[in-house]
């Protein structure tokens, strides 16, 4: 197969093949309402496009969690994905697993907003709401400067995307929890309200 455009049916079934993890899931989702929700904002013609980078950009990381985003360019080009596709999943491991840098304003968001998504997940998780719904920003922000809190969340990388991005820091935060506010109950944090 040669250049399909996958549909988004396409591409939950081929993360779910390669993904058992409910955690992992939910991530995807995250990232994917999240890609939608800056490709709506940037009035992107091909926000399907977006959305689907979004929710297969760690296709490859339960399997093969020592090939992140190396093992995903070969199941992707195997699948008939396009080639920019392929190269905006890999992008979103610049400087930690691969080498390919983000240049599009699809891989600067994806890249600012995967490890975003993981901690606003963790702020949210900590509120007596359990929820994104009642989310503000400087609870994110506050949580950020925390050292020991979501310590797997490497900072410094979405730093450097919101940076390439040209975005404020603070506007990123706020877009990202309006985005996984929409797709609160299926990444698992509408909670108690």
Partial sequence: ???KIPTREEALELFKKYNKS????RHALAVEGTMKHFAEIFNEPDVE???????IHDLDYEMYPEEH????QE????EGYPEDYI???ASHGFGICCDIEPVEKMEKVLYA???LTGLITAVALLRPSRSVLDLEPKSVKKKWKDKAFASGVDRSVIEKGIEMLGMERDDVIRETILAMRKVA???GLKGEL
Avoid at 49 to 55: A, N
């Fill in 113 to 115: 907003i995967d490890e």
């Fill in 69 to 72: 985003c190396i093992k995903v």
């Fill in 22 to 25: 409910d955690s992992l899931l």
């Fill in 75 to 78: 199941i992707l080009k195997e």
């Fill in 185 to 187: 109950e299926e990444i």
């Fill in 1 to 3: 197969m040669i250049n």
């Fill in 87 to 89: 190269r905006a999943v």
């Fill in 49 to 55: 496009k977006w959305t689907i980078v979004g929710l």
